[in-house]
């Protein structure tokens, strides 16, 4: 591999990969591989490779397979590629976080996506967000089985344990002469693992939102909701307010008189396919 080569490792979609590494073979290489080389030597018609990368199509492992060994990748680079080929294009979510969990089991990927791995940790768990803001709470105790009864879903001791390890060690909570204190520490992520991450936090939170609006008193929640038809530019209207107010609450939190941890979500989010979509 030379200094201008794509690194396999580097990527989460592997269609990003493909358009570099054709860029990397007419600009930088020896070797002139152009789309429809390489739909030749992979034995594909160059529209079908135009179509994967407009994803109109979706490349498969056989085909994945012969491109990779034009790529001159080794065994454990194409078992990756075809990794790659799951997240990018499976429907569903767990199937996703499946293959995400396979990926970091490759050593390179791991050296490479640190800071991708530590947020899908941070986020998709999500206990971890709560316990970080539990140490705002002026009754706070960093025995487990005090957390796990405050905690309005049961989460078992040892990943009580290990969420409270994972936020020390990579400084979300940080110890001060005041004691515990949530650490203003920002969420470094590429997009799509953080959509990715963020899917499986909500799923979670939804389920554990449904159990608090059951169990708690209604004068300690506030639910308001709106389905409604939206333009598009009626959407980023919508987007503005939703920024705008989430900034408000964020600066209305005092520490020294917190009760309760609270997630306030603002959604907006379409509940039918957009007129002339497929």
């Not at 080569?5 to 358009?19: A, C, G, Q, T």
């Amino acid at each position: 591999m030379t200094n201008n080569e794509p690194n396999i490792y580097n990527y989460h979609d592997y269609r990003s990969y493909l358009r570099d590494m054709l860029y990397f073979y007419k600009k930088h290489s020896k070797r002139k591989i152009s789309l429809r080389t390489l739909a030749g030597r992979s034995k594909v018609s160059p529209a079908l490779l135009s179509l994967i990368l407009r994803k109109e199509r979706n490349l498969t492992a056989e085909l994945a397979e012969r491109i990779g060994y034009e790529f001159a990748l080794n065994g454990q680079q194409i078992s990756y590629f075809k990794l790659l080929l799951i997240l990018c294009d499976t429907k569903e979510n767990d199937e996703r976080i499946k293959t995400f969990q396979k990926l970091k089991r490759f050593h390179e990927f791991r050296d490479k996506n640190k800071n991708d791995i530590e947020a899908n940790q941070y986020i998709a768990d999500w206990y971890n967000v709560v316990i970080r803001e539990m140490v705002n709470l002026p009754d706070f105790s960093r025995e487990e089985k005090n957390i796990q009864e405050k905690l309005i879903e049961m989460v078992p001791l040892d990943r009580i344990r290990r969420s409270y390890q994972f936020l020390i060690e990579n400084g979300y909570i940080n110890e001060n002469e005041e004691g515990l204190v949530s650490a203003q520490k920002n969420i470094n992520c590429s997009g799509g693992v953080y959509k990715l991450s963020l899917s499986k936090f909500y799923e979670d939170i939804l389920k554990v939102a449904a159990k608090s609006i059951y169990t708690t008193d209604s004068e300690h929640r506030h639910l308001l909701g709106h389905t409604v038809a939206l333009s598009r530019q009626d959407y980023l209207e919508v987007v503005k307010i939703i920024e705008k107010s989430l900034k408000e609450v964020q600066q209305i939190q005092n520490k020294k008189t917190a009760e309760a941890v609270y997630h306030v979500s603002f959604m907006c989010f379409p509940l039918t396919n957009r007129a002339g979509s497929d």
